[in-house]
């Protein structure tokens, strides 16, 4: 079964880019649908209820420390990069 940041780095890929939006979305539907009881009353009118479930994924809650998503991990070189100009993710190869 894929872990959470792979299924992200993918989703993220076949889009060519997300917004944090976006991706938190994903994060939460994909996290009901496997099931998960927290989230069992997300929707898309209520996100900002849930939001912060995820968000450390983003930062690491550490003054300037990068996220899961944010960063190369042993099982997944793959990272999002922030673009600050227009708001979006991109898909980046640690390997590179």
Known sequence: MKSLKSKVMDFVDENGSS???EIMDFMLETKKNEGLESVQGYTRE??????GYYSSYFSGGFGNTLGFLMRPTGKDKRYLEYNFNNRR??????DE
Not at 46 to 51: L, M, P, Q
Not at 89 to 94: H, S
């Open 89 to 94: 993710y991109y898909l980046r190869n640690g």
């Open 46 to 51: 209520n996100y900002k209820e849930y939001r």
């Open 19 to 21: 917004t944090w939006s």
